[in-house]
């Protein structure tokens, strides 16, 4: 399969935060990386900036070796990083500071090509970024900002911060990045559910007994224990990427693959939760072992009461879902890396086998990540002359596999929202009434256990979490799936 790439318009892009860690790993690899795709024209210009006193050839040194750092081997080409590192200017600005450098920013923009500025700060930042790129006139109404998460850690300091962006810019100007949206095979849910018929008339409550979504994860909190403690993985991941995956399965099919079409319909989804009672809640820790710290340890906080991992069943109210519940569960420390949705449909109506063929429920598994693919798995009859015995079997499709080379170059979700930004195109990207909604359905089960000063359960590094959580779903007659990497 022969790819297309399609180059995007001329830029200039300005990474406040360009020395940090973000930039570093995603951003500005990124970049490279479509440049060597041939998707950023030559006459684009990216411009960090960041309290580090550099000047642009510091810079340069500094994204030759994040680009050997982060870049596979195969992919670094001497000459076109070369080539990129032309491409790269740099203006020392302390945004909490004076006013050093925003003159020197000013003159470096040109007129005529897509402006960009990426917030990779902290948020308590931004209102000061947003206010001196308007007082400079550098800013203009063509544009665009992008800014990540943490955007705020309940309703009403995500209110604030979108109020502060709002009074320097129009929704349409902002772009707030959900890197799961950024992920492949995410995107692929909307391909997998509306490009084809096959799914649609089974995906509701009458033929789908129960999703799971679970983001299982291998590492803990170690290095970034103290913005981790404050945040736990009910903000840093239900509130967020979980919630953004159960919107894509659970909405209903927009009029048309548009940015404010689809998000119309995420929000719908947001709006119908339920909110969920303590019981339908497991919060965990993860323990110290022989060889590693627990939690309380990586998070330097000895009567930290913040959870490692979260399991939560969770209803969506509205026609096609009521009566399916779709259990979410994500962690840290966990035995496998993988993420994966799981559909499982409901038994046939009436079965004509004797119960000794061994019948067991059709279950679709989009894997997100590694091994990015699609699995549904159908009750065939076992081989040979036994008389009519059942099995499962996988129908099993390896994106990397099916797609060939494409398949296998996936590129990484920053890369793709970041030309999105380019391309001015908001449909992967989260609206300001979204992020306050998905707030608003968080703080009360927040509120709820802090309120009762519940404790999470501990769990052991390496397993697959907290007792509990199997018994959240064995009460419902249920089992996670067991997740392998
Ligand atoms: C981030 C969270 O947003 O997502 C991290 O802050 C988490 O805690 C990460 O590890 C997971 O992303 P990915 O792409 O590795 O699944």
């Not at 897509?114 to 209102?127: E, I, K, Q, T």
């Not at 693919?373 to 036994?386: D, Q, S």
Request: glycine fraction near 8%; charge should be negative.
């Amino acid at each position: 399969m022969v790819s297309r790439v399609i180059p995007v318009e001329v830029f200039d892009l300005v990474i406040f935060g360009a020395t940090g860690d973000l930039a570093r790993r995603k951003i500005l690899p990124g970049l490279y990386r479509r440049y060597l795709a041939g998707q950023v024209p030559a006459e684009c210009r990216i411009i960090g900036a960041a309290r580090t006193d550099l000047d642009a050839d510091g810079f340069r040194a500094l994204v030759t070796a994040a680009i050997d750092e982060f870049v596979p081997a195969d992919r670094r080409d001497p000459k076109v990083i070369a080539d990129f590192l032309q491409r790269l200017d740099y203006v020392s600005i302390d945004a909490a500071r004076g006013e050093a450098g925003w003159t020197t920013l000013k003159g470096l923009m040109r007129k005529g090509v897509v402006r960009a500025f990426y917030f990779s700060v902290a948020p308590a930042l931004f209102g000061e970024l947003a206010e001196k790129l308007h007082s400079h006139g550098i800013a203009n109404a063509h544009s665009r900002i992008v800014v990540e998460k943490p955007f705020g850690r309940d309703l009403a300091t995500a209110k604030a911060l979108n109020a502060t962006l709002a009074s320097h810019f129009s929704e349409n100007q902002i772009y707030r990045i959900d890197h799961y949206l950024g992920k492949e095979t995410v995107q692929n849910l909307m391909a997998v559910r509306f490009a084809n018929i096959l799914f649609e008339p089974l995906w509701n409550t009458q033929y789908i007994d129960h999703v799971q979504i679970t983001v299982s994860e291998t590492v803990g909190v170690e290095g970034r224990g103290s913005y981790y403690d404050k945040s736990g993985a009910m903000r840093d991941m239900v509130q967020n990427h979980m919630m953004q995956l159960l919107c894509l399965i659970a909405m209903e099919p927009p009029y048309h693959f548009d940015p404010n079409a689809v998000r119309d319909e995420k929000l719908k989804v947001i709006r119908a939760l339920q909110p969920v009672p303590p019981e339908d809640i497991v919060r965990g820790q993860y323990l110290a072992s022989k060889t590693a710290p627990g939690y309380l340890e990586d998070a330097e906080n000895p009567e930290s009461r913040t959870e490692s991992y979260i399991a939560l069943k969770v209803h969506v109210a509205n026609w096609r879902w009521k009566g399916t519940p779709f259990y979410l569960r994500t962690g840290k420390k966990l035995r496998a890396r993988a993420s994966e949705i799981a559909i499982t449909f409901k038994e046939p109506p009436h079965s004509i086998f004797d119960d000794a063929a061994g019948w067991r429920e059709n279950v679709l598994v989009i894997r997100l990540q590694p091994n990015e693919g699609m699995n549904l798995k159908v009750m065939i009859k076992e081989p040979g002359p036994g008389g009519m015995r059942l099995v499962q079997v996988p129908l099993d499709m390896s994106f990397a596999e099916a797609l060939g080379e494409e398949g296998a170059d996936i590129p990484d979700a920053y890369e793709r929202l970041i030309m999105d930004v380019i391309r001015g195109n908001q449909t992967l990207f989260m609206r300001g009434d979204e992020l306050e909604a998905a707030w608003a359905w968080t703080d009360p089960i927040i509120e709820g256990w802090e309120a009762r000063g519940d404790r999470p359960k501990g769990y052991d590094a390496g397993s697959s979490g907290p007792e509990d959580a199997l018994m959240l779903m064995h009460r419902d007659g249920r089992r996670w799936r067991e997740v392998r990497e």
